[in-house]
């Protein structure tokens, strides 16, 4: 990843109820809290992330092995918490290498204040930084429908593919990507 991106860290960032948080790239030294993070979230919502959010020692590899070139992590956090976690993947080469995804994960006493909005926003400028051409998504059609208004809110186009995904029980779930061309 460009050297750039990361030299624009901190930023203040208001959600809008008032609460001001900072924005900043996931650190080595992040893991405990982020982990806290993830053990706030719902059940179903961990069940269904697309990493192992409930291994401490899976966390504790991610932050150690930061490879902002791939992935980049930016978490916001209210004083000393971790209250969400934002990430933009990419390839290095191949066909796919201007196309990012994006997954964001909040705790759930910040959720229905825009954060979602503002972290996918940033992502956005992220992504536009970088010279990619397109910004992805993959949402569980019925479990994240809000999500999925969200971002077509923002200019992403849904594509819907029905019992696209697999729950821990082996029951089929709708998924639905999000792209938005930048």
């Not at 460009?2 to 960032?13: G, L, N, V």
């Not at 916001?76 to 995804?101: F, I």
């Not at 994960?105 to 503002?118: A, E, H, M, Q, S």
Request: charged share 30%.
């Amino acid at each position: 990843m460009s050297e750039e991106i990361p030299r624009h860290y901190p930023q203040e960032a208001v959600t809008r109820d008032g609460r001001r948080l900072l924005l900043r790239p996931l650190h080595h030294d992040d893991s405990n809290a982020v982990y806290d993070l993830f053990q706030r979230l719902p059940l179903e919502s961990r069940r269904f992330d697309w990493n192992r959010v409930d291994d401490r020692g899976f966390i504790e590899f991610w932050a150690q092995n930061l490879d902002y070139e791939q992935i980049f992590p930016v978490i916001a956090v209210d004083g000393d918490r971790v209250v969400a976690e934002v990430t933009l993947e990419r390839q290095e080469r191949g066909p796919l290498r201007r196309v990012g995804r994006v997954h964001w994960l909040l705790d759930p006493d910040y959720r229905g204040v825009g954060l979602g909005t503002l972290l996918v926003n940033h992502s956005i400028g992220v992504a536009r930084a970088l010279g990619l051409r397109h910004l992805t998504c993959m949402l569980i059609s019925d479990l994240e429908a809000d999500a999925v208004r969200v971002l077509e809110g923002l200019g992403f186009e849904p594509y819907h593919f029905p019992g696209y995904g697999t729950d821990a029980e082996g029951k089929a779930h709708d998924m639905t990507k999000m792209v938005l061309e930048l």
